[in-house]
C-alpha cells in the first residue's frame, strides 16, 4: 500500500510541474487574422490586414494573386490571368511575349494597354517600330517614308526600330523624297523647264541630279535666240532700244528671262498739244517739241513750216515742269517755278514786256522789273497766255479779243496781268481762241470771253471781261475735278464721275447725240464708266473712263477719233488700240494725242508732222510718235 501511495504521489509532483502549450488551440472567438500565421480557415496570412496585396483582410487568397508559405504568407500576382493587379501595366490572359504586354505582365515598348483582360496596340509616332509597324520614326507627317500609320510608304525602306530611318528607294521608277528623278521618270521635267530650249534630259545615277548635256541653248548663254522669244540674253542687247520699244531714249537692260528691262527707259509725263503743234515733257524733265514750226514756237532757235519728229528745247534744259503750247507760241513752267514763252508775239503773249517774237525761251514778266513766280499751272491759246501760281492767283497776258485776259478790259497785256473775281482762287486754267475758263480751288468752274455759242455756260450767249460761275441745271452745284476749253465750246468732269459739255454743237461735240448749242451743261450720252478726265479740241473731245479707256466724239475731218473713220459721232466712240491703260489724252485742232504706259501715240491731221510720226501723213488709227536719238 504504501508503495503505490508513492508512486501516486510522484505522478502528481510531476503534473503539478507542468505546463500546457495552447496557442495552436482556438481562442475564444476563431482564428486571428493579420498575425503572420495561417491557422485554420485562412488561406494566407500575410500579417497584415490591407486589400490589395494579394491577402485580403479575412485572410483570403485575392483574385489574381497566389500566396505562399504561412508565417507569413507571401503573395504575387498572377501573369497570365487576364487580371490587372499589383504591379501589372497589363495582362492579357498570356504570358506569350512581343503581342504588346511581356511575360512579366509588363507594357512593352512601343505599345499601350487597357482594360482587364488587356487589350494592347501599337502605338504609332513614338518612334519604336513595335508590333505590325513597318516602321516608326517618331511622327506622323507623311512623305518622309513612314505614313501616318507607320507602314513603310511606296517607295521607300525603313530600318532600325528606335526610330526607323527611311530612305528613297532609287532604281525603282518612282520620284519621292529628295529624289530629282529615278530611271526614265523624270518627275516632268525636261530640257525646257530647266530653262534650256531644246533637247533631251536624262537621269543621273543616285537620283539626286539631271543630266543635261544633250540640253541645247538657254537664256543667259550670251546669246540672243530670237527664235524662241528672246529679245535680249545678258549684255547682249542686239538692235533692241528703250526708243526702239516706243520709250524716249534712256538705257535699256537685260532681265533674267531674256526680256527687255525697261526701269532705265525714260517715259513722258505729259504731253499737249496745240493748234498744229505739240510738245511733251519727258521724265528726265526736259522738253520735246514736233509739228508746226513757222514762228518758231518748237521752241529750238530756228523757224519752218514743219518739223515731223520731236526735238529737243535745248534751252531749258532738265528743268521743265510742264507745258502748254498755244496756236502760234508755247510756254513752260520749270521746276523752279518760273514761267517762259517762245515763238510769236504779236500782242504780247510771251509776257516779257514786249511785242518782239523770240525764237527760244524768254521769261514771263510781271512788269519791267519783276518776273512771274512760284508757277503751278501755265496755259496758251491763239495769242494769249495764261497761268496759276502756288497760292492760287490767276494771271493772263497777250491779245484781249473779246476779253478774254479776265482782267475786266479789252485792252492787251505784255505781262502777267491778275484775273479779278476768282474768290478763292484758281487751280488751274486753260484758253483756247476766244474763251478761258479756270477751276477754284474748290472746286467751281468759271469762264470769260468769247460767248457766241454759250461757251461760258452762264445761260447766255454774252460776252464777258471778267469770270462768270457756269450755271448748272442741278442745285447744289457738282464739284468739278476737270475740265477742258474747245475752241467754241466747254466740258468738265464732276466728281461724281459724269462728263459735261455745253456751248456749239454744229459737228456734235457736245456729245449729247444732237447738233445743238447749249448754253449750260448737258451730259456726255453713252460715256459709260465713270469718267476720270476730259480733252477738247476744234471740234472734237475726248474722254478717259476709269481704267484708261479712251472715247472720243464731234467731228472725224482727217481722223481725229481715232476709230478708223472720218465719219462724225455725236457720242462717244472707242480709240482703236487704247482700251486701257491711258494716261492722258490732249486735242489739237484737228489732231488728238494720248500717253499710256509712259509712251506717246497721235492720230488726226498730219499736214505739218504734228503727229511726230517722222510723216505727213493723215491717221485715223493711232501711231507711235518717233522718238528722237540721242
Known amino acids: 500500500m504504501k508503495r503505490k501511495s508513492r508512486v501516486l504521489g510522484l505522478l502528481l509532483a510531476t503534473c503539478l510541474a507542468c505546463s500546457f502549450d495552447t496557442g495552436g488551440l482556438p481562442g475564444p472567438t476563431g482564428p486571428v487574422c493579420g498575425n503572420g500565421a495561417l491557422e485554420e480557415g485562412e488561406t494566407c496570412d500575410d500579417g497584415g ?5 494579394g491577402c485580403s483582410v479575412t485572410c483570403t487568397v485575392e483574385p489574381g494573386w497566389t500566396c505562399a508559405g504561412e508565417a507569413p504568407s507571401v503573395c504575387s500576382a498572377v501573369c497570365g490571368d487576364g487580371r490587372i493587379v499589383g504591379t ?125 548635256a544633250n540640253c541645247g541653248r538657254f537664256c543667259g548663254d550670251g546669246i540672243i535666240d530670237t527664235e524662241f522669244g528672246e529679245v535680249c540674253d545678258g549684255e547682249e542687247l542686239g538692235t533692241a532700244t528703250c526708243a526702239g520699244l516706243g520709250f524716249p531714249g534712256g538705257a535699256l537692260a537685260c532681265d533674267g528671262a531674256c526680256q527687255a528691262d525697261t526701269t532705265g527707259c525714260h517715259t513722258w509725263l505729259q504731253v499737249v498739244a496745240g493748234s498744229d503743234h505739240a ?133 492787251d497785256r505784255r505781262v502777267a496781268t491778275p484775273v479779278s473775281g476768282l474768290g478763292t482762287g484758281g487751280a488751274r486754267v486753260l484758253t483756247v481762241r476766244g474763251h478761258t475758263c479756270a477751276l477754284s480751288a474748290a472746286g467751281s468752274l468759271f469762264c470769260w470771253g468769247r460767248n457766241w455759242s454759250g461757251q461760258l455756260g452762264d445761260d447766255s450767249n454774252t460776252e464777258r471781261t471778267s469770270p462768270v460761275a457756269v450755271v448748272w441745271p442741278v442745285n447744289p452745284a457738282p464739284l468739278v475735278t476737270d475740265f477742258a476749253v474747245g475752241e467754241e465750246f466747254t466740258c468738265a468732269v464732276t466728281a461724281a464721275g459724269a462728263a459735261f459739255c455745253f456751248g456749239e454743237n454744229f459737228n456734235g461735240q457736245l456729245g449729247d447725240d444732237t447738233t445743238t448749242d447749249r448754253r449750260t451743261p448737258v451730259q456726255v450720252n453713252g460715256q459709260g464708266a465713270q469718267v476720270a478726265a476730259v480733252a477738247a479740241g476744234a471740234q472734237h473731245a475726248c474722254l478717259i473712263r476709269d481704267g484708261g479707256g479712251l472715247f472720243c466724239w464731234g467731228s472725224n475731218f482727217y481722223g481725229r477719233l481715232g476709230d478708223g473713220t472720218n465719219t462724225e459721232r455725236h457720242v462717244p466712240v472707242g480709240v482703236t488700240g487704247l482700251t486701257d491703260g491711258v494716261e492722258a489724252v490732249t486735242a489739237g485742232r484737228r489732231s488728238t494725242c494720248a500717253l499710256r504706259s509712259g509712251r506717246l501715240s497721235c492720230w488726226g491731221y498730219n499736214w505739218y508732222g504734228q503727229l511726230g510720226d517722222g510723216t505727213t501723213t493723215d491717221r485715223y488709227t493711232p501711231v507711235a510718235v518717233v522718238l528722237p536719238v540721242e
Open 279 to 411: 510738245c511733251a515733257v519727258r521724265s528726265d524733265h526736259t522738253l520735246w517739241c514736233w509739228g508746226a514750226n513757222g514762228d518758231g514756237q518748237l521752241g529750238r532757235g530756228t523757224t519752218g513750216t514743219s518739223a515731223s519728229t520731236m526735238q529737243q528745247v535745248v534751252a531749258l534744259g532738265t528743268q521743265v515742269a510742264m507745258v502748254a503750247p498755244g496756236e502760234f507760241h508755247t510756254c513752260a513752267v520749270k521746276t523752279d517755278g518760273t514761267a517762259w514763252c517762245w515763238g510769236r508775239n504779236f500782242n504780247g503773249q510771251l509776257g516779257n514786256d514786249t511785242a518782239t517774237s523770240s525764237l527760244t525761251p524768254v521769261q514771263v514778266k510781271l512788269d519791267a522789273d519783276r518776273t512771274l513766280g512760284d508757277v503751278a499751272w501755265i496755259a496758251a491759246g491763239e495769242a494769249q497766255s495764261c497761268a496759276v501760281t502756288g497760292a492760287g492767283a490767276v494771271f493772263c497776258w497777250g491779245a484781249n479779243w473779246n476779253g478774254r485776259l479776265g482782267d475786266g478790259t479789252y485792252s
Open 49 to 53: 490586414t490591407v486589400a490589395g496585396d
Open 88 to 212: 501589372e501595366g497589363c495582362d492579357d490572359g498570356g504570358t506569350v511575349p512581343g503581342d504588346g504586354c511581356d511575360g512579366t505582365c509588363a507594357v512593352e515598348p512601343g505599345w499601350h494597354c487597357e482594360d482587364a483582360p488587356s487589350a494592347c496596340w501599337t502605338v504609332c509616332g513614338d518612334g519604336r517600330a513595335a508590333g505590325d509597324e513597318g516602321c516608326d520614326d517618331g511622327n506622323l507627317t507623311p512623305g518622309d517614308g513612314c505614313d501616318v500609320d507607320c507602314t513603310v510608304e511606296t517607295g521607300w525602306t525603313c530600318v532600325g526600330e528606335a526610330p526607323s530611318l527611311c530612305e528613297a528607294v532609287c532604281g525603282d521608277g518612282l520620284v519621292v523624297g529628295d529624289e530629282v528623278c529615278d530611271g526614265t521618270n523624270l518627275d516632268g521635267r525636261t530640257c525646257q523647264t530647266e530653262g534650256f530650249y531644246d533637247g533631251t534630259i536624262s537621269c543621273m545615277a543616285g537620283c539626286a541630279h539631271l543630266d543635261l
